[in-house]
């Protein structure tokens, strides 16, 4: 072997990319770098036995060149004994559906593939043929369309379960490598077509900076990135005890940030608090670009009570008195119930259940804000829940005037986007129970009850629902 095996094992060796006896999932394209990684990879494999499964996507763009492509990667998997999985799809099509771009479309439907091969190999691993030059390419991509510390990274060596182990190698050395071992391949035309924003940093930006800047550019690229990787992993420790201090409260379904802890920090530490909200709430951070970044800070500076920006179809960030609030599936609605005594109902945000009760000992349950006893005789025919109206009022226990409903929210702290989460326990048009809240001075239990309707609420983290 070469001297790019022995690198290409001591950087596996040094990254501790691959543990001995593992499954590697290999995406092999066809063209030089995921021809040359298979056979290093089944090399190495030899020394400590993996197991390979190479994998390929026919994007359906190249007609005859894309299926000779497939047929290359076959046939050399079958000389080597190497398992193979092939799948085709039209990239164009899911594109087009999709509104994503024809490079956005087959990685998604790339790695998609992957993690359906990789499924029945417990622990496996993705690997995929990334070099020195993809990320030079990427870095300046990044640099070009706007980018923080995180984006100068670039590609990371191993990230999940996906891991890039010819990152170390450069494009030239691959190329002397499949020539020194008759490695077939293909070069995709498509690559030398300038209207491909990669493609013209690789065939137009690059030998032009060489040639007229910097000829090392490629060696001041990785230095950047080696630089941002260093000071990101800082402020990311640093920012996950910043998160610690701000934090006021948190759930699968919500994050708030106490507003006036958040401000002491710097701007990019404040990005980072913020990304990893983000990130715990399920959502890819990738989603989140500096303008929006952005925005939620300002969202925050500005801190009126009330104000909101939507993240994602399903992610919100609100201002809510002194905290930003991250909060998932908020627009979520529930439709007004039928109350029916002794019958449960369950909604996307509470679960309801009343029992009729002789004789009621509450005593035990007094402190239970989830629980509360009622006089049934006082109740009309209809007995409904339904969502907070504006308009509400309810006669609080011990006092003999009413008092708004959005009075009893200010008071009792409730966020503003949970308010139409919380039912309104309601008798012929009579309010009974902000339910968890307040009850009616009307439906008191007292010496004359003969029957009581046990009211029993319970609030839910929605996300642990789906």
């Not at 070469?2 to 995406?27: E, H, M, R």
Request: glycine share 4%.
């Amino acid at each position: 072997m070469t001297d790019l095996y022995d690198q290409f094992s001591a950087f596996i060796t040094q990254n501790q990319l691959i543990k001995n006896n593992s499954t590697v999932i290999v995406g092999v394209s066809g063209g030089v770098d995921s021809m040359v990684l298979l056979h290093l990879l089944l090399h190495y494999g030899k020394c400590t036995n993996l197991q390979i499964v190479a994998v390929h996507l026919n994007h359906s763009l190249r007609g005859k060149a894309a299926d000779h492509d497939e047929r290359t990667v076959r046939e050399f998997c079958q000389s080597k004994t190497c398992l193979f999985h092939s799948k085709k799809i039209d990239v164009k099509q899911y594109a087009k559906k999709n509104k994503l771009s024809l490079e956005m479309a087959g990685r998604k439907l790339r790695y998609a593939l992957f993690n359906e091969i990789a499924q029945p190999y417990h622990g496996s691993l993705i690997a995929t043929a990334h070099t020195s030059d993809d990320q030079v390419e990427t870095i300046l991509l990044r640099i070009i369309k706007g980018t923080g510390l995180r984006g100068l990274q670039g590609i990371q060596v191993k990230r999940d379960n996906v891991i890039h182990p010819l990152l170390f190698a450069a494009k030239e050395d691959i190329y002397q490598y499949a020539n020194q071992h008759k490695i077939p391949y293909h070069e995709d035309q498509t690559n030398i077509d300038i209207s491909i924003p990669r493609n013209f940093i690789r065939q137009t930006l690059i030998p032009s900076i060489r040639s007229t800047l910097n000829p090392a550019l490629e060696r001041s690229i990785l230095q950047l990135s080696s630089i941002a990787s260093d000071a990101n992993h800082f402020i990311e420790n640093f920012a996950q005890n910043a998160l610690k201090r701000c934090l006021s409260r948190q759930s699968s379904r919500e994050i708030a940030l106490d507003i006036s802890r958040l401000k002491r920090y710097f701007t990019t530490v404040k990005f980072e608090v913020i990304r990893e909200c983000i990130t715990q709430l399920n959502h890819p951070d990738s989603q989140v670009d500096y303008t929006m970044m952005d925005n939620i800070l300002k969202l925050a500076e500005n801190g009126q009570t009330g104000n909101r920006l939507r993240i994602t179809a399903d992610l919100l960030a609100c201002v809510d008195r002194n905290e930003l609030v991250f909060v998932r599936n908020n627009e979520q609605k529930w439709k007004t119930l039928q109350i029916i005594p002794g019958k449960e109902y369950i909604t996307g945000f509470f679960r309801f259940q009343t029992e009729i009760v002789e004789n009621p000992d509450f005593s035990k349950e007094r402190d239970h804000k989830g629980i509360e006893y009622i006089d049934l005789e006082q109740l009309g025919s209809q007995i409904i829940l339904r969502p907070w109206k504006e308009s509400d009022r309810i006669t609080p226990l011990g006092v003999t005037h009413t008092k708004k409903i959005s009075d009893v929210f200010i008071d009792q702290k409730v966020p503003l986007y949970k308010k139409k989460h919380i039912p309104i326990l309601v008798s012929d048009d009579t309010i009974v129970w902000v339910c968890g809240l307040k009850l009616s001075e009307k439906y008191r239990i007292g010496p004359s009850t003969k029957r009581a309707l046990k009211l029993i609420y319970e609030e839910l983290d929605i996300c642990q629902k789906q």
